[in-house]
């Protein structure tokens, strides 16, 4: 028995390392930009090129960036899940094909084209799980090439006579890059709320002479909500803190107006936390600042996350005494 | 048909065509990537500058005796992709090297030793991890970390594939700790009991019918694990020093694929021949994530089947 309290031993270390390395990291952090912390800090903005003042643009950026993110990204997430999970024929490809080999006329035409369903569904299933793990770096990348480049030029080339307006990285373009990088996350945690809906309760409401769409909307989705809401808050965190698929297609290095146009460029904390630490003409100078543009960040992405969890846990509570 | 009918077409209708437009954007990523990237391998006035074999062959004239150079922007641009490759391949190495026995350890202790009351606190602690954007991960490489591994190595780059890799091993123990736990604990209560009835300690169980058990799982977790340190970027561009050695020196300042991407992007001149490599890179970033995940999400599916019992 002793001979194993060693092994065992070595596996508790390698837990306590992380846990450790977590708090050195966050205790870091806190330490060094708490004390840099100031209504001034979070409401003016910067001065004397990045070395004084605070990063109110950068805060105003993020939470617009996100909010537009959140508009274009959720609702196509949520419908496109309730499609793949309610809509989307429960079969798969080979059942349909076999009776697709039997039926004639007008059956055949039905069972071909609940085959193209099928298939449509199993191909967005394989794009959205594979598509969640693809770099956020190449999101940057068709974000440029496609938004700007293409949608954004094309735009100005027919509304605008070629002079540059949408041709251009601006907030609406950053935005939309990022929603399709979280669009996956979002389907794939709604998918997963739907599924956890009993499928007694469907049948019971189909089978009181509800129509289809009256119980997806009135016994499925109250009931999945929380899953909802706890996977598309956590998915915005997510979002709040990328940097890489922001860095071409809008984020700027200074602004002095904040953003109101959806074409305009915007100041961003991830961005600025990372041309803070790599740009700084005076790296002791800058060093508060950017602790406690850290800490920002920091408290923003993970005061999301807390504000999910705690949703999904009052909506089991609330349910559990409607029981 | 009445009221309640037609609602129900309508909203049968809206639905599908929403979920259209998403899988239509989707794909488009797929396309357009690899569209963008086309012309190195069919376009003519590409060649001139770039082609595959100069991507990954040595140059016909060494200079200086260095067969592989990345230096895109100068009189005769290089585009050899070889450093970034093994660049790279560095960072992921320390990372996974790092990350693995941490996450994997963690994971057993938490699945099979940890008191619950401890469980209930691992689990969303590690989770925590996770939720740090990799800015930050980044930032806190190159601010702290940087200096800390320097004091202990003796460095001469203070930024290098070290400190990148151990940066971004942060990144991927949330990754490989929560597939492999997973993995564990969809192992059937029963093996457990059966093993502990035979006399087993619970570290025999462990290692022996757990462990193995799960071992598919466990193997996913480090795919997906590789999947994300290849792909990640803030972290690297920001602890990696940048700079397109080729050497498998793990001290030297590196430079990998995904940071060359980000570095550069930003002043290249759109459809150039250097625009077309980093959109090549992209598209290759791309399909190795592709095929990892592909690949890991295959192992995770076998196993929750083979566990559940319906194989």
């Known amino acids: 028995m002793m001979k194993e309290r060693v092994p065992v031993g070595l596996l508790a270390v390698a837990t306590g390392i ?18 840099w912390i100031s209504w001034e800090f979070l409401t003016s903005p910067p001065r004397e090129g990045m070395m004084a003042g605070g990063v109110y643009p950068a805060i105003f950026g993020t939470v617009f960036l996100v909010l537009l993110m959140t508009v274009a990204a959720v609702p196509v997430g949520v419908i496109t ?3 793949l ?6 079969v798969t490809a080979a059942q349909v094909r076999s009776k697709l080999a039997r039926a004639r006329g007008i059956e055949w035409l039905a069972e071909f084209w609940r085959l193209v369903q099928v298939y449509v569904a199993n191909v967005t299933r394989t794009a959205v799980t594979t598509l969640a793990g693809v770099p956020s770096i190449v999101f940057g990348l068709f974000g440029l090439g496609f938004f700007v480049q293409f949608i954004g030029a094309g735009i100005d080339r027919t509304l605008y006579g070629g002079e540059l307006v949408f041709g251009q990285p601006a907030i609406i373009w950053a935005a939309l890059t990022l929603a399709l990088l979280t669009l996956p996350i979002i389907i794939v945690a709604t998918e997963e ?12 409401s189909l089978a009181l002479g509800a129509t289809k769409w009256q119980t997806i909307s009135r016994v499925v989705l109250p009931q999945a909500l929380p899953g909802i809401l706890t996977g598309t808050i956590l998915t915005i965190s997510r979002g709040a803190g990328e940097v890489a698929p922001i ?3 809008g984020a700027a290095y200074f602004l002095p107006h904040l953003p109101t146009r959806l ?4 100041m961003h904390l991830g961005y600025h936390v990372f041309i803070l630490s790599t740009q700084s003409p005076n790296v002791e100078k800058t060093r508060p600042i950017l602790y406690a543009t850290v800490l920002v960040l920091l408290v923003l992405t993970f005061s999301l996350n807390l504000v999910g969890v705690m949703i999904r846990m009052r909506m089991r509570k609330r349910w559990r005494r409607g029981r | 048909m009445g009221f309640r009918q037609v609602t129900d077409r309508l909203a049968h209708g809206m639905v599908a065509l929403v979920a259209l437009t998403a899988i239509v954007a989707i794909v488009l990523i797929f396309v357009f990537v690899f569209r963008e990237a086309m012309p190195i391998l069919t376009d003519p006035g590409v060649h001139r500058e770039v082609s595959l074999s100069r991507l990954f062959l040595p140059l016909e004239q060494a200079s200086e005796g260095r067969p592989f150079i990345w230096q895109p922007v100068g009189a005769v641009p290089k585009y050899s992709l070889v450093p970034l490759i093994i ?6 190495l320390i990372a996974i090297l790092l990350a693995a026995p941490l996450g994997i350890g963690a994971a057993v202790y938490t699945s099979e030793f940890a008191p619950a009351g401890l469980r209930e606190w691992i689990k969303p602690v590690i989770e925590l991890l996770a939720g740090i954007p990799s800015v930050v991960l980044g930032f806190f490489a190159l601010i702290v970390l940087a200096s800390w591994l320097q004091r202990a190595f003796g460095f001469t780059a203070r930024l290098n594939a070290t400190t990148a890799g151990v940066a971004l091993a942060l990144a991927v123990i949330p990754i490989i700790y929560s597939v492999s736990e997973d993995a564990l604990t969809a192992v059937p209560q029963s093996y457990r009991e059966a093993s502990l009835a035979l006399g087993a300690s619970a570290w025999q169980t462990a290692i022996r019918i757990v462990v193995p058990a799960a071992l598919p799982g466990v193997l996913a ?4 694990g590789f999947g994300r340190a290849v792909g990640e970027t803030m972290i690297v561009l920001m602890a990696s020093g940048n700079a397109a050695i080729t050497s498998w020196n793990f001290a030297d300042s590196t430079r990998t694929l995904s940071a060359t991407i980000a570095a550069e992007l930003g002043e290249v001149i759109f459809g150039s021949p250097h625009y077309r490599v980093l959109f090549f890179i992209g598209a290759l970033l791309f399909i190795v994530t592709f095929l990892l995940n592909a690949l890991g999400a295959y192992i995770v599916g076998r196993v929750r089947r083979r566990l559940m019992g319906s194989e």
């Open chain 1, 18 to 35: 992380i846990v450790v390395m977590l708090a050195v990291i966050l205790g870091n952090i806190v330490l060094n930009g708490v004390g």
């Open chain 1, 81 to 83: 899940a309730i499609y």
């Open chain 1, 85 to 90: 999970n309610e809509y989307a024929p429960p």
């Open chain 1, 193 to 204: 709320a739907l599924r956890a809906v009993p499928h007694d309760l469907r049948d019971a």
């Open chain 1, 247 to 249: 860095l071409f297609t």
């Open chain 1, 263 to 266: 074409n305009d460029q915007f």
């Open chain 2, 87 to 92: 660049g790279t391949l560095k960072t992921t």
């Open chain 2, 221 to 224: 977790s480090l795919v997906l």
